[in-house]
């Protein structure tokens, strides 16, 4: 790889094609692009409307608009007296001494054209090409740029809400509030969509539709609420200060009165508060053994207690479909790089 050749306003050639000019802040930028402004209409003969030159912001796209034309202005000063106080037209006005009423008259013509110089932001030049090549590029005259898309996004989650929330069964509404979805969270979804093209979500879900795995998270509802009902006391005589084989809360009796008091209020209503479903994380087989002591049993009490608190931990861990637990890669690599811990989901695995 070759290293950089040093940039030099006057000398540096004003090569076809494209070139890199890599420069910290406070290096100079602007002071080198109105010095290549002027180059160009020196040394090539170009007119101002030949010559596009785009920045980020309309206050710096002003500023540069301002140093560009004072730059022109005093180029041909510099070649009408000959002399220059500024280094970069010392150099110019010496290099072009035998040509100098022609310089000038060049300079003098980009002035009066100036009005016509194509100097705006990305945005804008982007907007006016859209514009002047309506027929190709498929857009209407009058098509209006929007530098801030945020009221925009936020209108489309709230629609996404709206169309398949709103009329949704309460255990699809309140497993999703549980889990922290709503609008908010699918705005920011979809930045993240907009700001990374390229991103692949990769989940179980995927190819499923909505209609599809909020009927499995009922029937799967369902199948652990019967359950519940059915042996409740047999489940509940595994758990508390009898129970050797568990860590807290499984051996508090206090903590376990308040778990089964949020079961109940889980269970006793299909509209109950989205709250109330995280205790069925506790009951899960993963939680179990999370906190089952050292050499400790399964919770055993009875053979059928046994088998009903297992028969329920299986419906709680198994009674939430991945909805959407995405990770996601790009096609590249950038995006992945630059959001190396990103994870979404709305999945419950307990």
């Given at each position: 790889?070759?290293?950089?050749?040093?940039?030099?306003?006057?000398?540096?050639?004003?090569?076809?094609?494209?070139?890199?000019?890599?420069?910290?802040?406070?290096?100079?930028?602007?002071?080198?692009?109105?010095?290549?402004?002027?180059?160009?209409?020196?040394?090539?003969?170009?007119?101002?409307?030949?010559?596009?030159?785009?920045?980020?912001?309309?206050?710096?796209?002003?500023?540069?608009?301002?140093?560009?034309?004072?730059?022109?202005?005093?180029?041909?000063?510099?070649?009408?007296?000959?002399?220059?106080?500024?280094?970069?037209?010392?150099?110019?006005?010496?290099?072009?001494?035998?040509?100098?009423?022609?310089?000038?008259?060049?300079?003098?013509?980009?002035?009066?054209?100036?009005?016509?110089?194509?100097?705006?932001?990305?945005?804008?030049?982007?907007?006016?090409?859209?514009?002047?090549?309506?027929?190709?590029?498929?857009?209407?005259?009058?098509?209006?740029?929007?530098?801030?898309?945020?009221?925009?996004?936020?209108?489309?989650?709230?629609?996404?809400?709206?169309?398949?929330?709103?009329?949704?069964?309460?255990?699809?509404?309140?497993?999703?509030?549980?889990?922290?979805?709503?609008?908010?969270?699918?705005?920011?979804?979809?930045?993240?969509?907009?700001?990374?093209?390229?991103?692949?979500?990769?989940?179980?879900?995927?190819?499923?539709?909505?209609?599809?795995?909020?009927?499995?998270?009922?029937?799967?509802?369902?199948?652990?609420?019967?359950?519940?009902?059915?042996?409740?006391?047999?489940?509940?005589?595994?758990?508390?200060?009898?129970?050797?084989?568990?860590?807290?809360?499984?051996?508090?009796?206090?903590?376990?009165?308040?778990?089964?008091?949020?079961?109940?209020?889980?269970?006793?209503?299909?509209?109950?508060?989205?709250?109330?479903?995280?205790?069925?994380?506790d009951f899960c087989t993963s939680s179990l053994e999370?906190?089952?002591r050292k050499n400790g049993r399964e919770p055993v009490?009875?053979?059928?207690?046994?088998?009903?608190?297992?028969?329920?931990?299986?419906?709680?861990?198994?009674?939430?479909?991945?909805?959407s637990s995405p990770s996601w890669h790009s096609r590249?690599?950038?995006?992945?790089?630059?959001?190396?811990?990103?994870?979404?989901?709305?999945?419950?695995?307990?």
């Open positions: 790889m070759k290293a950089p050749r040093p940039f030099n306003l006057t000398k540096t050639p004003l090569a076809r094609g494209t070139s890199l000019i890599e420069a910290s802040a406070g290096t100079g930028k602007t002071y080198a692009i109105t010095a290549l402004f002027v180059r160009l209409i020196v040394e090539e003969n170009l007119s101002v409307r030949e010559i596009l030159a785009v920045t980020y912001t309309d206050a710096a796209t002003e500023e540069l608009r301002h140093r560009v034309r004072q730059a022109l202005v005093l180029a041909s000063q510099a070649f009408a007296s000959g002399v220059s106080e500024i280094p970069f037209l010392k150099s110019l006005v010496a290099k072009y001494r035998n040509q100098s009423r022609e310089m000038e008259a060049r300079l003098q013509n980009a002035l009066c054209d100036f009005d016509e110089a194509p100097i705006y932001t990305i945005h804008g030049f982007c907007q006016r090409t859209l514009r002047d090549r309506a027929f190709e590029s498929g857009l209407l005259f009058d098509t209006e740029l929007v530098t801030d898309p945020s009221e925009f996004m936020q209108e489309i989650a709230d629609d996404f809400w709206r169309r398949h929330f709103y009329e949704a069964g309460p255990i699809l509404v309140n497993f999703a509030l549980k889990n922290g979805f709503g609008p908010t969270r699918f705005l920011g979804l979809l930045r993240t969509c907009t700001n990374y093209p390229q991103i692949e979500f990769i989940s179980p879900a995927k190819g499923r539709s909505l209609d599809s795995l909020s009927a499995e998270l009922e029937t799967r509802y369902q199948a652990a609420r019967e359950v519940w009902f059915a042996e409740a006391d047999r489940i509940k005589v595994c758990f508390g200060s009898a129970a050797r084989w568990g860590n807290s809360p499984y051996n508090d009796d206090d903590a376990m009165a308040v778990l089964f008091d949020q079961l109940e209020t889980s269970f006793s209503e299909s509209d109950s508060a989205f709250e109330a479903l995280a205790c069925l994380a999370a906190n089952k009490q009875s053979t059928a207690s046994s088998a009903s608190a297992r028969r329920f931990a299986r419906r709680s861990e198994s009674g939430w479909p991945a909805f590249g690599q950038s995006c992945r790089a630059a959001k190396p811990s990103a994870r979404y989901s709305i999945t419950m695995t307990c």
